[in-house]
């Protein structure tokens, strides 16, 4: 059975508090597993968590401040100690490559992972394509080169199973069906000769998730997060101090909701809080006045689901 849920690891900005640890995300999508800005002690968390090494496919860093970053080389040295036998794919801004490389090689280990590099350049760029759907990039408003990332999964149908028992299609011929789009009918008394998966079937759109980090108000926080099912942003500062936001190059929270409102998420994952403030619950009321949809207010460990599909 597919899942498809953030595992949340880490939720603080800057350094990690008593309550927080630094960045790090793992959005499990069927049999990817995207582990996002891994920060300090993201290694740990993962054990807290329940999640192995072996689960991770991809790494995507969104920028090299330290809290997005530091948690690589325990990430990178335990994928060889446990031998995960798939490879591993790194995506991160290719300006920090001389980072990425420092970062991999931090101490002395015997690497046997395959880690393969995969630098991110460009305004918007496709970084990755599978059977997972299409991973995008693009490029934030930071003091640093920072991306945003966004998972699309491409469209598909939903089989009808009235229409098909109508047109006396079961078993293996609804797979073969899916595979070539058409089949010959049944060949009964009032079958068609010929049906169509559109005669049976009804479109269904493809999932999407974005992950935004740590940008100040752009056109590319809006691209990432148009129509997407889950977003996770960052909302570093509270409305009152808008101005520390932009001058540090962050978003507040009224902002990031603003942005679910206007591009239509269904579900809202508020992350990466500034230390200055104690009480969490006031992002999610924040929030609130700009976005009426489902909000979380994240907290390490915290396991959220990908709402279902339409």
Known sequence: ????????????????????????????????????????????????????????????????????????????????????????????????????????????????????????????????????????????DHPVEAYGYRLVEPDGRRMLPDRLAAAGISGPRIGELQRQGWIAGAGSVGAADRVDIADVSEPRPGQRFAFVMDTRLCDAVYALAEGVDLLVIESTFLHADSGLAREYGHLTAKQAARVAAESGVRRLVLTHFSQRYTDPTAFGAEAAEEFSGDIVVASDLDRIPVPPRR
């Not at 931090?106 to 918007?124: I, K, Q, Y």
């Open 1 to 140: 059975m597919s899942v498809r849920e953030l595992v949340v690891l880490g939720t603080g900005s800057q350094v990690p508090s008593r309550y927080r640890n630094h960045n790090g995300y793992l959005l499990r999508w069927d049999r990817e597993g995207l582990l996002f800005d891994p920060g300090e002690g993201t290694q740990r968390q993962m054990l807290f968590a329940g999640v192995s090494t072996s689960a991770v496919t991809r790494i995507c860093v969104s920028h090299f401040h330290g809290d997005h970053c530091l948690g690589v080389p325990g990430v990178v040295q335990r994928l060889s100690l446990d031998r995960v036998p798939h490879p591993v794919h790194a995506h991160y801004p290719a300006s920090g490559r001389e980072y990425f490389a420092r970062l991999r090689r931090a101490s002395a280990f015997h690497e046997t992972a395959d880690l393969r590099e995969e630098p991110v350049s460009g305004a918007e760029t496709v970084v990755a394509v599978g059977d997972f759907g299409r991973l995008e990039a693009r490029r934030l």
